[in-house]
């Protein structure tokens, strides 16, 4: 059975840190891209970032220089660093699979999802 936890989430003020992280199981971790999504209320999914098998990432463009992802094909997680928070950050965030060697950036491009974890901003 495939699972994916997110956890991490909480309330920061802004201009602070958070670290989410995806631990997956149930899953050929090495063969897999894992991509963050967010959604915040009354608005639709968006992508955050996305990480290939091989390291490979892409990072929407807006959110250069706060945020970084990493993962550990060891312990199979998915590291989310975001700094420098600002309100519109808010959103609950959702990390998701998909067994492939590219790099999908697209949430239907991907199989499996977490249930997500809120982060707020406060200002």
């Known amino acids: 059975q495939v699972q994916l936890v997110e956890s991490g989430g909480g309330l920061v003020q802004a201009g602070g840190s958070l670290r989410l992280s995806c631990a997956v199981s149930?899953?050929?971790?090495?063969?897999?891209?894992i991509g963050w999504f967010r959604q915040a209320p009354g608005k639709e999914r968006e992508f955050v970032v996305a990480?290939?098998?091989?390291?490979?990432?892409y990072l929407t463009p807006s959110m250069k220089g706060r945020f970084t992802i990493s993962r550990d094909n060891v312990k199979k997680t998915v590291d989310l660093q975001m700094n420098r928070l600002k309100p519109e950050d808010t959103a609950i965030y959702f990390c998701?699979?998909?067994?492939?060697?590219?790099?999908?950036?697209?949430?239907?491009?991907?199989?499996?999802w977490g249930q997500g974890t809120q982060v707020t901003v406060s200002s």
């Open positions: 990480i290939s098998w091989s390291e490979e990432t």
């Open positions: 149930g899953l050929s971790f090495s063969s897999t891209a």
């Open positions: 998701a699979a998909r067994r492939t060697l590219g790099l999908p950036i697209t949430g239907r491009e991907y199989e499996y």
